[in-house]
C-alpha cells in the first residue's frame, strides 16, 4: 500500500510540520494548533472504533481493536500533557472546535465504521498510525537530543512515536493487515486500497491545514 502511495506518503513525511519539527524549530502556535485539532481527531478516531469493534467476532479482533482504544487513550493523555506545558488548559483543549478537514476526516471513519467489512476499515485506520511510525523514525535519528526549555515537549511528541513499544505494536498491525490481505476477496482488496489512499490525503491535509494554520472551524 506504501509503494501505491509512494509521492503522498513522502510529501507527508517531509511536511513543513515534520521538518520544522525535527529541527526543533517549529512555531509553538502552529504545535498548538496540531495539538488541538489531533484532541478531536482522536475523539472522533475512538469513537469509530467502537463501530469497528462491534464487527468483530473472533478474540484477536476484539483484542486487536482494543489495544486500539487503549493506544489513542494514552495519545490524548499525552496530547494533554504536552497542551499543558504549553501553559493551556485542558478544559480550553476540549472545548475548541474541529476543522473542517478533521470533522471529514472523523466522518469518513465513522462511515467506513457502518459500510465496510473489517479489513476494508483497516484500510481506512492503517495510514494515521504507520505515517507516525515513519515518522518518528525518521526524527529520532536527526533530532537533537537537547531544547530549549519551551521545545522540550517536541522532543516527547517524537519519543513517544519512535518508542520501541509504538514501532512494535505498528508493526504487528501491518502483519495482521498481511495475513487478512491473503484471504480478503478482490472486492475486498479493492476498497481496502481505496479506504489507505484516502486516509493518507486526509493525513496529508489535516498537516496542510493546521501548518498553514488556514482551516476554518465548524
Same mark, same amino acid.
Given at each position: 500500500m506504501k509503494g501505491e502511495n509512494e509521492e503522498l506518503w513522502e510529501k507527508v513525511l517531509n511536511h513543513p510540520f515534520v521538518e520544522e519539527m525535527g529541527d526543533l524549530e517549529l512555531p509553538v502556535k502552529i504545535f498548538k494548533t496540531f495539538i488541538e485539532q489531533d484532541y478531536q481527531y482522536l475523539l472522533g478516531f475512538i469513537r469509530s472504533l467502537g463501530? %469497528?469493534?462491534?464487527? @468483530? +467476532?473472533?478474540? #484477536? $479482533?476484539?483484542? *486487536? =481493536? *482494543?489495544?486500539?482504544? +487503549?493506544? &489513542? =487513550?494514552?495519545?490524548?493523555?499525552?496530547? +494533554?500533557? @504536552?497542551y499543558e506545558y504549553l501553559d493551556y488548559s485542558k478544559e480550553n483543549l476540549e472545548s475548541n472546535n474541529s476543522y473542517l478537514v478533521t470533522e471529514s476526516y472523523i466522518s %469518513?471513519?465513522?462511515?467506513? #465504521?457502518?459500510? @465496510?467489512?473489517? =479489513?476494508?476499515?483497516?484500510?481506512?485506520?492503517?495510514?494515521? $498510525?504507520?505515517? =507516525?511510525?515513519?515518522?518518528? &523514525?525518521?526524527?529520532a535519528d536527526r533530532t537533537p537530543n537537547h531544547a530549549k526549555e519551551e521545545k522540550e515537549v517536541y522532543l516527547k511528541w517524537i519519543e513517544s512515536y519512535a518508542s520501541e513499544e509504538y514501532q512494535d505494536w505498528i508493526r504487528e498491525l501491518r502483519e495482521e493487515v498481511d495475513e487478512k490481505y491473503k484471504k480478503a476477496s478482490t472486492q475486498e482488496i479493492k476498497r481496502f486500497k481505496k479506504n489507505f489512499a484516502t486516509g493518507l490525503k486526509f493525513e496529508h491535509a489535516f498537516l496542510e491545514s493546521v501548518y498553514n494554520l488556514s482551516g476554518s472551524s465548524v
Open positions: 463501530l %469497528f469493534l462491534a464487527k @468483530s +467476532e473472533d478474540k #484477536g $479482533d476484539i483484542t *486487536r =481493536f *482494543r489495544d486500539l482504544v +487503549e493506544i &489513542n =487513550f494514552e495519545e490524548l493523555k499525552s496530547l +494533554e500533557k @504536552s %469518513f471513519l465513522l462511515r467506513q #465504521g457502518y459500510e @465496510s467489512t473489517k =479489513f476494508e476499515v483497516l484500510g481506512a485506520i492503517l495510514p494515521c $498510525d504507520w505515517i =507516525f511510525a515513519d515518522i518518528g &523514525n525518521k526524527l
